[in-house]
């Protein structure tokens, strides 16, 4: 299962910068995961400060 990011992003990129795949880009306003990209390692969940990303 692919993660998501909700409507609480801030926006301030820390999960970027911890998918070691890099499936996370900045959208139309926050950011997002490309789900094809993403390996579910979680390692995006554990660095966002607002906790908006979860499993799908």
Known sequence: M???ISDACLSCGACAG?????????GDGQFVIDA???ISCGSCAGSCPAGAISEE
């Open 2 to 4: 692919a993660f998501v």
């Open 18 to 26: 911890s998918c070691p795949v890099g499936a996370i880009s900045e």
């Open 36 to 38: 094809a990209t993403c």
